[in-house]
T-cell receptor
Framework: DGGITQSPKYLFRKEGQNVTLSCEQNLNHDAMYWYRQDPGQGLRLIYYSQIVNDFQKGDIAEGYSVSREKKESFPLTVTSAQKNPTAFYLC?????????????FGQGTRLTVV | GQQVMQIPQYQHVQEGEDFTTYCNSSTTLSNIQWYKQRPGGHPVFLIQLVKSGEVKKQKRLTFQFGEAKKNSSLHITATQTTDVGTYFCAGQPVRQGAQKLVFGQGTRLTINP
């Protein structure tokens, strides 16, 4: 069953700790994205990647880091430098090209930092 | 950087009334996509528009892409309670090699049955 999987669904961390959110896809998509969503807000782009071993900063990359060592995986690390990390994090993937570049989203990870 | 603005932020209607949300980009887009997010869920793709002036329909939903490829709209005719959710537009800029997908702030639709 193809899709995009984020884990865990809920995550609690103490302030000052780094935390890594997992995102895996078996859709054979080249592009992957990380977005942050705050209550009642839109989706803000953190990082995106078009190909393995390459990624670009989005609009709110400060305090976050990513890696793209495998096509299927695009983990996001929320570092202690992120001033307000509590949010809903969404990972997405899509094909790269001129055709239908529909983004498929995971179920999201709700991170709470206390 | 590229910005995608969406209005209104909230819209409350009576069931059966029409609903429209508007999307405007600061830069020319190669395509515009629309998504729906139900409360507690994740965004789900509705449609993609590519051509200047393109109009597409899905049952009671009508999507338009502006002539300049910088704005778009989603119109729902005769809303039903199943239409409740937040509607997002998302644009991809015209730039070689770029696969950046930037979302608008969304319009949250609530419906009085």
């Amino acid at each position: 069953d193809g899709g995009i999987t984020q884990s865990p669904k809920y995550l609690f961390r103490k302030e000052g700790q780094n935390v890594t959110l997992s995102c895996e896809q078996n859709l054979n998509h080249d592009a992957m994205y990380w977005y942050r969503q705050d209550p009642g807000q839109g989706l803000r782009l953190i990082y995106y990647s078009q190909i393995v071993n390459d990624f670009q900063k989005g609009d709110i990359a400060e305090g976050y880091s990513v890696s793209r060592e495998k096509k299927e995986s695009f983990p996001l690390t929320v570092t202690s430098a992120q001033k307000n990390p509590t949010a809903f994090y969404l990972c997405a993937s899509s094909i790269v090209g001129r055709g239908n570049t529909e983004a498929f989203f995971g179920q999201g990870t709700r991170l709470t930092v206390v | 950087g590229q910005q995608v603005m969406q209005i209104p932020q909230y819209q409350h209607v009576q069931e059966g009334e029409d609903f429209t949300t508007y999307c405007n980009s600061s830069t020319t887009l190669s395509n515009i996509q629309w998504y729906k997010q139900r409360p507690g869920g994740h965004p789900v793709f509705l449609i993609q528009l590519v051509k200047s002036g393109e109009v597409k329909k899905q049952k009671r939903l009508t999507f338009q892409f502006g002539e300049a490829k910088k704005n778009s709209s989603l119109h729902i005719t005769a809303t039903q309670t199943t239409d409740v959710g937040t509607y997002f537009c998302a644009g991809q800029p015209v730039r070689q090699g770029a696969q950046k997908l930037v979302f608008g702030q969304g319009t949250r639709l609530t419906i009085n049955p």
